[in-house]
């Protein structure tokens, strides 16, 4: 599979999980769990540097949506 998607229950990442289901978009699904700290583990931030879900990986190069929402710049990176 290509794409990864990191969720966690309950979050905005609610959005982009029905949006993948709807378009029926294939992709290995991680959960996080935010009030463990997962989100803040160094694995998460090479995905996402904010360190928020909803995050995509696409074969190792990562764009978070939370960058682009607060006007940051549109980010792709290697992470592999
Ligand atoms: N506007 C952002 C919001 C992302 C966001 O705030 N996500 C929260 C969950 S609703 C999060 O990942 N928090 C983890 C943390 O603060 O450690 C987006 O949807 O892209």
């Known amino acids: 599979m290509s794409?990864?998607?990191y969720y966690a229950p309950m979050s905005t990442a609610s959005?982009?999980?029905a949006v993948l289901a709807e378009l029926g978009t294939p992709c290995d699904?991680?959960?996080l769990d935010i009030s463990a700290g997962d989100t803040r583990k160094p694995d998460?931030?090479?995905?996402?540097?904010n360190g928020r879900v909803p995050a995509i990986a696409y074969r190792g190069a990562q764009r978070d949506r939370s960058t682009e929402s607060k006007?940051?710049?549109?980010?792709l990176s290697q992470n592999s």
């Open 3 to 5: 794409l990864t998607f």
């Open 15 to 17: 959005i982009t999980e």
């Open 29 to 31: 699904r991680v959960k």
């Open 44 to 49: 998460f931030l090479k995905v996402n540097p």
């Open 71 to 75: 006007g940051g710049s549109r980010r």
